[in-house]
């Protein structure tokens, strides 16, 4: 099982970008479909953006759609997220995660295990 670990959070002004990274520990990292999620303050944890284990198909929620880019380097145990217009609504705690099932899951059910989250704030 891979162990996870985001980075690349902070904060920065609306209509900005940010890109946060998740490297992943052991060796089987292109055994795994990869995902984005994001939880807010007092709201449920939210699917953002996943993609599968040979880069070939990536899913978005409608919300960062057109803004947002996950990418992955198998070479590098590695997987990506580009944010790029970053909105007020934007910022949460954003926690990538991997998944055995499916080829671009999005369902939370769907992922496990997960990385510890690195918060994103957006001024306005």
């Known amino acids: 099982q891979v162990q996870l670990e985001e980075s690349g959070g902070g904060l920065v002004q609306a209509g900005g970008s940010l890109r946060l990274s998740c490297v992943a520990s052991?060796?089987?990292?292109?055994?795994?479909?990869l995902g984005w999620f994001r939880q807010a303050p007092g709201k449920e944890r939210e699917f953002v953006a996943s993609?599968?284990?040979?880069?070939?198909?990536?899913r978005y929620a409608d919300y960062v759609k057109g803004r947002y880019t996950i990418s992955r380097n198998n070479a590098r145990n590695t997987v990506f997220l580009q944010m790029n217009s970053l909105r007020s609504e934007d910022a949460a705690v954003y926690y990538c995660?991997?998944?055995?099932?499916?080829?671009?899951?999005?369902?939370?059910?769907?992922?496990?295990?997960w990385g510890q989250g690195t918060q994103v704030t957006v001024s306005s």
């Open positions: 995660a991997a998944s055995t099932g499916g080829v671009v899951p999005t369902r939370i059910t769907e992922f496990g295990p």
């Open positions: 052991g060796r089987t990292f292109s055994a795994y479909a």
């Open positions: 993609i599968s284990r040979d880069s070939t198909s990536t």
